[in-house]
């Protein structure tokens, strides 16, 4: 079963910078579409960030110009470099395949990222 392991979150002041790292151990991780999710206490998880096996980028409207996402395959990680962060971007952070797995049982645990006004 694939994992999938991120870190990197905590509590920064608004307009700080985190960067938030995932261990996939998938085996066709080098080919596989990529993406960060998050989810917000009741609100539904959603798509902030994705990259391609070829390392194209695209985000949100929400987090355009403030977040950068890579890849390094050799590795299998990806990262999410988050700048000028906002109360809003307050939730708990997850990496996963695009289109995501049905079941919950196919998400690590997650970091947290709180940022405070």
């Known amino acids: 079963q694939v994992q999938l392991v991120e870190s990197g979150g905590g509590l920064v002041q608004a307009g700080g910078s985190l960067r938030l790292s995932c261990a996939a151990s998938?085996?066709?991780?080098?080919?596989?579409?990529m993406g960060w999710y998050r989810q917000a206490p009741g609100e539904q998880r959603e798509l902030v960030a994705a990259?391609?096996?070829?390392?194209?980028?695209t985000y949100a409207d929400s987090v355009k110009g403030r977040f950068t996402i890579s890849r390094d395959n050799a590795k299998k990680l990806v990262f999410l470099q988050m700048n000028s962060l906002k109360p809003g971007d307050t939730a708990v952070y997850y990496c996963?395949?695009?289109?995501?797995?049905?079941?919950?049982?196919?998400w690590g645990q997650g970091t947290q990222v709180t940022v405070s006004s």
């Open positions: 996963n395949k695009i289109p995501p797995p049905l079941g919950e049982g196919y």
């Open positions: 998938r085996s066709d991780f080098s080919i596989t579409y």
């Open positions: 990259i391609t096996s070829a390392s194209a980028p």
